[in-house]
């Protein structure tokens, strides 16, 4: 099992990202994604979650409006479209898969995680 971060990196405020989660050795089609972030000396917390068909997603009100989740099940791949950033959205963000996963915040209940990419939002 993979999970692939990528697209991460060093961005303005008030900028754009898009992640990519590019997933491997499981199946895809039956999976919940999440995305996570961990900031430096913070928990790590749930930032938006996708059911494994498509048809629901969630997001915590700090990222409401400004991020959004889709994915793309031929390809095996989420991605997490981030506008208009903020300083305080600095973290490593991590996309996870699970099975049995309720697609609301917190989003408890992960199987696989990915290592994880840095995105770094200067003021």
């Known amino acids: 099992v993979q999970l692939v971060e990528s697209g991460g990196g060093l961005v303005q405020a008030g900028g754009s990202l898009r992640l990519s989660c590019a997933a491997s050795?499981?199946?895809?089609?039956?999976?919940?994604i999440g995305w996570f972030r961990q900031a430096p000396g913070k928990e790590r917390e749930g930032v938006s979650c996708?059911?494994?068909?498509?048809?629901?997603?969630d997001y915590p009100d700090s990222v409401k409006g400004r991020f959004t989740i889709s994915r793309d099940n031929t390809k095996n791949t989420v991605y997490l479209q981030m506008n208009s950033l903020k300083p305080e959205d600095t973290a490593v963000y991590y996309c996870?898969?699970?099975?049995?996963?309720?697609?609301?915040?917190?989003?408890?209940?992960?199987?696989?995680w990915g290592k994880g990419t840095l995105v770094t939002v200067s003021s």
């Open positions: 996708i059911s494994s068909s498509d048809d629901n997603t």
């Open positions: 050795g499981f199946t895809f089609d039956d999976y919940a």
């Open positions: 996870a898969a699970g099975l049995r996963v309720g697609v609301i915040w917190p989003y408890y209940g992960m199987d696989y």
